[in-house]
């Protein structure tokens, strides 16, 4: 693994706990049960992000480069029209981070480096859609309130590897294209609605 794919993957651990800490658990946390989760998620954290700016498909380079090399990719309008309507998702969430980056910084990176950051903000942005489907699941769908503080760690490890562990959930984490970004999106969406609906029927029946 690359040394920034070790640091993200620890930073991810540690936005996961965040998130247990503060949603799940509520302020009912311990640093042992904390430590457990940590541990147990460890795996299927690192293997998701393992060579996560080391691949490139096919398809990936001309969709990235539209983000990040914007400047000439606008000299060839009829190209450039195309592929903004294409990717207007990724451009309104990523595209503005790339704009953000001073020009001086900017004309000093190679595009295989914004390339490599661009993977690496991918993985992040739908990192944290996927805790959001985990959140609403465990909450919302499996409704698990045990007074076993470690019952419910383990319930999140679970609901955790359920979501985070899915071949298609690794695959959109590391791929950088059209479906996988709106698979994620869709996913979310669906699981809100589902949610809902849930809601409904429980509250009518």
Known sequence: MAYYEIILAIISILITAFFYATVIDKG???LGKLLVLMFCICPIVFWSVNMVGDTITA????????????????KDP?????????YRTSQMFL???FKMIPQKIYDQLSLNSL???YKILHWILFYIIGLLICIIVYKKYLNHNSENGYKRVLAWIVTFYMVMGLPMTISVMKVCN?????????????TLIGAYV???VKKNF
């Open 59 to 74: 398809d990936e380079y001309q969709y990235m480069k539209t983000i990040v090399d914007m400047p000439n990719i606008i």
């Open 28 to 30: 009912n946390h311990s």
């Open 95 to 97: 595209g503005t981070i």
């Open 178 to 190: 059209y479906d996988a970004t709106n698979v994620m999106f869709a996913t979310l969406g669906i």
């Open 198 to 200: 849930l809601g409904v």
């Open 78 to 86: 009829g190209v450039a029209a195309k592929l903004m309507l294409q």
């Open 115 to 117: 390339l490599i950051i």
